[in-house]
C-alpha cells in the first residue's frame, strides 16, 4: 500500500521547545470550552473522564480588579486547583475590558447582534497599559501552573467594542505580550483567537511584531454546518504560510485551533454528525499539524431546540452525554499515546485512513470517509495475528472482516479505530 507523507510530518518542528505547547500525541491536545469559574465539580470529573486535556475559560479582568491595581485571583485560583487535581490543564482568556478605565458605549451583542450598552475594549493609552498590567500580573502570580494566556476572544467580532477594529487589538495584544514576556518570560502566550480566517485582520496583526512575543497563533475555524472539520486544511496553509513570512528569523510558530464547534440546532448538524465531527475535528487538526483543539461547547447553554447557542455542548444541560461526549471518550481512550504517522493513500479523496503509532511501536488505523459509507479494503500481511479487532466511534467493539490477504473496513461519517497487533499494511 502506498503511503502519503501527511502535512503534520512536515510541521512538526514548528512546535516550540520553550512554550508548554503539547506534543502532538493523543489526549494531549483535546480541550473543551467551560463557562464557570467555582463550583460544578461533577462537570469536571466528566470533562476528565471524557478524555479532555485542556480547558478554555474567560479569565474576567473587570472581576478580578475589584479596584484600581487591586487584584483578587481566588475564584481563579479555586478553578485551577480543581483542573489540576484531575490532570487538566488550562487556557485562560485575557478579556474583556473595565468600567474603571474605559466609557460606556452602544455596541452590537456578540452573541444576539442586537445593540446593548457596554465598556468600550481597551483602546486608549492608560486603559491599554492597565489591561497589560494585570495581565502581566496574573502570570507571574501563576507562573508554574502550566496556563496558556490567550490575548481577548474574537476581536475581529463584536466582542471588541464599540465595533471591530484591527489595529486597536494590535495595538492591545502587543502591549499585553510584550508585559507578560517581561513579568514572566517562561509564560505561553498565544493569540489572537479570530473568529474565522479574517485575512486582511490577521495580516495587520502579525506584521505588527507581536510574534516575537507569541508562541502559538490561535484561530476558530468556526464553518457552515455543511463543511465538516476537513475543510479546514487549505485555511491552516494558508495562515501557516502568512505566519512564516512575519515571525521573526528562525522562529517558529504552530497554529492552534482555540474554539471550535457544530451546533445541534434544528439549522445545524444532526446528534449523530456533531459526535463524528467532534472526533474528525481532533484527527484532521492533528493531520495537519494542529496540536491544540479546544471543542465548543462543554455543556449545552440553554434549552432551545431552534438556538444556535443553545446546543453546541457534548452534554445537555442536566449532564446527560449526547453522542458527542461518547465520540471524544472512545476517541481518547483508544488512541491515548498515540500520534498520526501518515495517511493512506486510497481511490477516494473523501476516504481517511491515518496510520497511528506509540512509542512502543505499536499501530492502530482511525478510519472514515467525507461520503456516503462503503466498503474499502487494504492489502495486510497478519504475521501470525488471527483477528483484528475494532472500535466504532461510540465505544462498540467488532472484529474486522479478513480476505485473501486484505482487511476489509465499512467506511461511515463517524471514525473507527482499528488495533493492528503485528499486522503490517502492504
Given at each position: ?111 444576539s447582534g442586537e445593540a446593548h450598552k ?309
Amino acid at each position: 500500500m502506498r503511503l502519503i507523507t501527511c502535512v503534520l510530518m512536515c510541521v512538526l518542528p514548528l512546535l516550540s521547545s520553550g512554550a508548554e505547547i503539547p506534543e502532538p500525541i493523543l489526549p494531549a491536545g483535546v480541550g473543551v470550552n467551560i463557562h464557570f469559574v467555582t463550583g460544578q465539580e461533577k462537570d469536571l470529573d466528566m470533562i476528565a473522564a471524557a478524555g479532555f486535556k485542556f480547558v478554555r475559560m474567560d479569565f474576567h479582568w473587570a472581576t478580578i480588579e475589584s479596584r484600581k491595581g487591586e487584584y483578587d485571583w481566588s475564584s481563579y485560583e479555586e478553578l485551577l486547583a480543581n483542573l489540576e487535581k484531575r490532570g487538566l490543564r488550562t487556557i485562560f482568556i485575557l478579556d474583556y475590558s473595565h468600567p474603571l478605565y474605559e466609557e460606556t458605549v452602544t455596541s452590537p451583542n456578540p452573541l444576539s447582534g442586537e445593540a446593548h450598552k457596554t465598556t468600550a475594549s481597551p483602546r486608549h493609552p492608560d486603559s491599554i497599559a492597565a489591561f497589560a498590567r494585570w495581565a502581566a500580573a496574573s502570570a507571574k502570580h501563576f507562573q508554574g501552573r502550566h496556563v496558556l494566556w490567550e490575548i481577548w476572544n474574537e476581536p475581529n467580532g463584536n466582542f471588541w467594542s464599540p465595533k471591530p477594529d484591527a489595529q486597536q487589538y494590535t495595538t492591545l495584544a502587543l502591549a499585553t505580550a510584550k508585559a507578560i514576556r517581561e513579568a514572566e518570560p517562561r509564560a505561553t502566550i498565544i493569540g489572537p483567537a479570530s473568529s474565522g480566517f479574517p485575512w486582511e485582520f490577521l495580516e495587520t496583526f502579525l506584521k505588527s511584531g507581536v510574534l516575537e512575543y507569541l508562541d502559538a497563533v490561535s484561530v476558530h475555524p468556526y464553518r457552515d454546518p455543511r463543511k465538516p472539520p476537513e475543510t479546514a486544511a487549505a485555511d491552516y496553509q494558508k495562515l501557516r504560510t502568512m505566519i512564516e513570512r512575519y515571525a521573526p528569523h528562525s522562529k517558529t510558530m504552530p497554529i492552534l485551533s482555540g474554539e471550535w464547534g457544530y451546533s445541534t440546532h434544528k439549522r445545524g448538524v444532526s446528534l449523530e454528525n456533531q459526535a463524528a465531527f467532534a472526533a474528525r475535528q481532533q484527527l484532521s487538526n492533528l493531520l495537519n499539524g494542529v496540536p491544540l483543539s479546544i471543542w465548543y461547547d462543554w455543556k449545552n447553554d440553554g434549552p432551545d431546540p431552534n438556538e444556535n447557542e443553545h446546543n453546541f455542548g457534548t452534554v445537555l444541560p442536566d449532564l446527560t452525554p449526547k453522542p458527542a461526549y461518547v465520540a471524544i471518550q472512545a476517541l481518547t481512550h483508544e488512541l491515548s499515546g498515540y500520534r498520526i504517522a501518515r495517511r493512506l493513500a486510497l481511490p477516494s479523496d473523501k476516504d481517511y485512513v491515518l496510520l497511528c503509532t506509540n512509542k512502543a511501536g505499536a499501530r492502530k488505523l482511525a478510519v472514515w470517509t467525507l461520503g456516503e459509507p462503503h466498503s474499502t479494503s487494504l492489502e495486510i500481511k497478519l504475521k501470525g495475528e488471527k483477528q483484528l479487532t475494532a472500535v466504532s466511534g461510540s465505544g462498540e467493539r467488532s472484529v474486522p472482516k479478513l480476505d485473501s490477504g486484505r482487511l476489509l473496513l465499512e467506511l461511515t461519517s463517524a471514525p473507527q479505530y482499528v488495533t493492528l497487533g503485528k499486522a503490517v499494511l502492504k
